[in-house]
């Protein structure tokens, strides 16, 4: 139908209410097991509250209609409906990966802070669970790149040790894709390259 009679707008489960925002349909998702982190709903996942996240967070998905704004696909709401069902396996998965890469961070890093301001901005971290007061989810990006009838997810998230790149990864399904700055929860090319790879097998 013409483009001016479109609807900009539409509320099917298991998304929230979503409005076509020129780009993608937005809205906001309230993730409960990502509540207790910090508050990072600023711009460019910056701090937007002194408490506690209630896990909340922006929620974009493209429109699988390159030419116009089509409803998500089907793919797409299965990857939503995932995420909303096993949210704390796969919070759980992030903090695992996060972890993992989180020492080369702190080397990386070990020049920019003086002791003090390291000790606040990129403590060491022993446990998943220390990652609550120095991260907090700030969107989800759902892509129009799937895998078997599922599509991939970023989650963005703000961070103490880095404002301007952030922390973002790549996800399909509760399997951690990539970790790393913002930019990599919503860098198409990266879920095309693991896609690329199942359909290679």
């Not at 998905?61 to 995932?82: I, K, R, T, Y």
Request: contains cysteine; hydrophobic residues 40%; aromatic residues 8%.
């Amino acid at each position: 139908m013409p483009e001016s009679v479109r609807p900009d707008h539409f509320e099917a489960s298991p998304f929230p209410r979503v409005h076509w925002n020129e780009y993608s349909w937005e809205g906001t998702v309230t993730l409960p097991a990502f509540a207790g982190f910090q508050c990072r709903r600023g711009p460019y996942g910056t701090m937007s509250a002194a408490e506690p996240s209630d896990g909340s967070a922006q929620i974009t998905a493209e429109s699988p209609d390159a030419s116009g704004h089509a409803p998500p696909s089907a793919a797409q709401a299965a990857a939503v409906e995932l995420i909303r069902s096993r949210q704390v396996e796969l919070r759980d998965a992030l903090l695992d990966a996060l972890l993992t890469e989180y020492e080369k961070v702190r080397d990386d890093l070990s020049g920019e802070f003086d002791a003090d301001e390291a000790e606040r901005v990129i403590p060491k971290v022993t446990s998943p669970d220390g990652f609550r007061n120095l991260i907090g989810l700030n969107a989800v990006h759902v892509q129009t790149v799937e895998r078997d009838g599922l599509a991939y997810v970023g989650l963005e998230f703000g961070c103490t040790w880095d404002e301007e790149h952030a922390l973002g990864f790549m996800t399909h399904g509760t399997r951690v894709v990539k970790v790393g700055g913002a930019d990599t929860s919503f860098l198409a090319w990266i879920a095309e390259r693991d896609a690329a790879k199942g359909n290679a097998g």
